[in-house]
């Protein structure tokens, strides 16, 4: 049995007629003769039990506002998948309903963290870039080499920004886009240092669910010591395809914390949906054996994106892909400034520009491996031809 045959029963892709109706903006706003790689979604069908409950609420007719405050169903739900998918324990008396996490990340800003600036490791995920300013805060990068295989957060620059006043760190983990999964000692490490200047931790792990085999999440509230000083936002629309229904948690270390968060007038937590609510339960409650399918399914992209890459753009750079269906390419050796921009014009197909994700940054993009194989090997044939490869 090959391995698509072995997935297939539980990861349906899309066909390209289905991926323009369903995917309105990664597929409905690309020209027909381009293939859409860019924002992250998956050219994969919505696990069933997620649209089993939709139906049945819209037919219920729920629609109407969504329960305020914190616990209930949706904690709960996430509190279970949490325990089995990481090992955490999360009361769910600590989780609050946010619209998505990028609104959340500015609330735990806006409400938690003091004046000072926010540091942000960079490459960074490009909608998150602005912020920080958004919450009145100035933005410092803690820079990734390019060269620098691992990328790692470098504890000493971390150290010496907060040292010069910045108050929060905006951790993105498992990170997009450098597909790295932090291990248990580098979160201590990031602690540790957080921790010496009294700072705080906002941790965005909206991609946690999508640790690829071989890498383990370690949630960073699960770290001894961190309830006092973060919150971690996390969300089921990254993992099961439903980013456009609206609803994602913070989830918070202590009482005093969570009190905060839920004190703010409604106006400035703008309300996540109701069949937000109803699709991230559905995903959480009976979502295992389909992101378990996914999981695996994404590795397999992962493996053959390398032989892909091997044969036809073999100066490429990927960094090991750990987590996500997001893979950063550097291709700093084909000489294009634009190297999205050249694959769009010349090879009709639609990658992420790098210097999206790092003002500045030539020569790398960000390619979405969440399709078919025989979409990823027409994908990478047609970069090939772009940048000159083949
Ligand atoms: C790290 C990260 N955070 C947040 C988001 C967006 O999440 P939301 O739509 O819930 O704001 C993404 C989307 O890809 C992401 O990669």
Known sequence: MTSSARFDQVIRDYTDDEARRALVLKWGTADPDVLPAWVAEMDFAVAEPITAALHRAVDEGV??????????????????????????DVD?????????V?????????????????????????????????TGRERVDLVVDPDDERA????????????????????????????????????????DVVVRHGARVVSDEIHAPLVLPGAEHVPYLSLDGAADHAVALVSASK???IAGLKCAQVVCGDAATRDLLAGVPLARNDSWSSL????????YDEGDAWLAALRERLGDQRDLLAE????????????????TYLAWLDLRAYGYESPAGQCLTVGRVWVAEGADYHPGLAGHV????ATSPDRMREVVRRMAHALGAA
Do not use: K
């Open 63 to 88: 629609l109407g506002y969504p329960v305020f405050g914190h616990g209930g169903e949706l904690a709960e739900a996430y509190a279970g998948f949490a325990r089995r998918q990481f090992g955490h």
């Open 92 to 100: 769910p008396d600590l989780v609050l309903p946010v619209a998505d």
């Open 239 to 241: 993992a099961f395809n």
């Open 152 to 191: 790692g957060i470098d504890l000493d620059r971390l150290d010496a920004l907060l040292a010069g006043g910045a108050r929060t760190l905006l951790l993105t983990q498992p990170h997009n886009p450098w597909g790295r999964v932090f291990t248990r000692e580098e979160l201590e490490g990031v602690r």
């Open 308 to 323: 892909l890459l091997s044969e036809h753009l073999p100066l490429a750079r990927m960094r090991p892909l750990e987590a």
């Open 276 to 283: 937000g609510v109803v699709g991230s339960v559905a995903a």
């Open 102 to 134: 990028t609104a959340g990340v500015r609330l735990a800003l806006d409400v938690l963290s003091e004046p000072g600036p926010v540091v942000m490791p960079v490459p960074a995920y490009s909608p998150q870039l602005a912020v920080p300013q958004i």
């Open 366 to 369: 960000r390619l979405n491996i």
